[in-house]
């Protein structure tokens, strides 16, 4: 396979062996996948410093015949978002999007709204240092278009609209039911949090930013969609623990 450009985003690195690194990159043009970049632990490494979660890097990647891993050639720092690592709970929070994307982006697969939607929200993390609205966003638009959006105007059983009741979630689904259907112990969402998230998510993140203050249920629907995403990956989100619930 010839040398392929591409711009991404880093989700995570590791060791591999003494000297070297394997990056989980989100690439633009060819999706989520698994880099060797070798010699990358040595003091003098080309990679130098560029290759830190959530940078977002220009690279050529080539692969080898009978390796299943691909290496990486070069990397070149396109945007740095090493200034959010100055403010814990931002960092937490791009920490977030990265354990997210390892989780529901599929390998191999290019997704432009996706990786668009990476960027806003590290932008928006970096400039803002507010959580709330950008991981809401995030949180939202990852589940719409990994398909699995629950209904947010009718019960997901009778079809009744929800109004301003809202609806009721449980841990371990992922749909939102009227007071009826509800199972036992599950949370509710008020209509208006419901009526706040479509109307706020489709905007562009950086205008809804402009606004000074993050519309109230903000957290609440944050956390909602947070436990979405763990119902459908059948796995509880480590950083999410670690951000806690105060933010
Ligand atoms: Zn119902």
Known sequence: MPLRETEAIVLRTYRLGEADKIASLFTRQMGRLRAVARGALRPKSRYGGS???LSYLRIQ???RENRDLLQLNSVELAESFFSMQADYQVQLAAQYLAEVGERLLPEHE???RTFRLFLAVLRALKTSKEVNRPLLY???WM???GGFLPNLATC????RAFGDEGGFYSRG???LLCRDCRHPGGLRIAGAVLSMVRASCHQPLEKWLEAEKAPPGCREARHFFEEIIESHTEKRLITRQMMGEEV
């Open 61 to 63: 990647l080539f692969e």
């Open 143 to 145: 589940v719409r278009l």
């Open 156 to 159: 997901a059983s009778c079809k």
């Open 173 to 175: 689904s992922e749909s």
């Open 51 to 53: 290759l830190e979660p």
């Open 138 to 140: 995030f949180n939202y």
């Open 110 to 112: 290019a997704n432009e």
